[in-house]
């Protein structure tokens, strides 16, 4: 089994994230070859919570220009983890 530290990078804090915090769906960066179960157990494992779904999507890289020179930006793994009735995550709420 991973480090649960190894799975969950950062959560994700945008005014969507926080829209849908009202909903108990929290936004984390995840690992690239991470499943659905390791970033359940892992957010149970950091946080002591109980989840109920997780959606994940990879975000694809951008083209940028930056002084003349095109390049792309990275590409990542987002989650949104739904936690079960009545669960909440204090690292946000504070």
């Known amino acids: 089994m991973k480090d649960p530290r190894e799975v969950i990078i950062r959560p ?3 005014e969507h994230s926080y829209d849908m915090m009202e909903k108990n769906t929290y936004t984390f960066e995840v690992a690239k070859d991470s499943n659905k179960v390791e970033i359940s ?3 149970t494992a950091i946080f002591g919570v109980k989840v109920k779904k ?3 999507l990879n975000v694809k890289s951008k083209s940028k220009q930056m002084r003349g020179r095109f390049g792309k930006t ?3 793994k987002k989650a949104m983890v739904t936690l079960a009735e009545g669960e909440t995550i204090e690292l946000f709420n504070a």
């Open 41 to 43: 157990q892992a957010i």
């Open 12 to 14: 994700i804090i945008t």
């Open 74 to 76: 990275r590409t990542w």
């Open 54 to 56: 997780v959606n994940t």
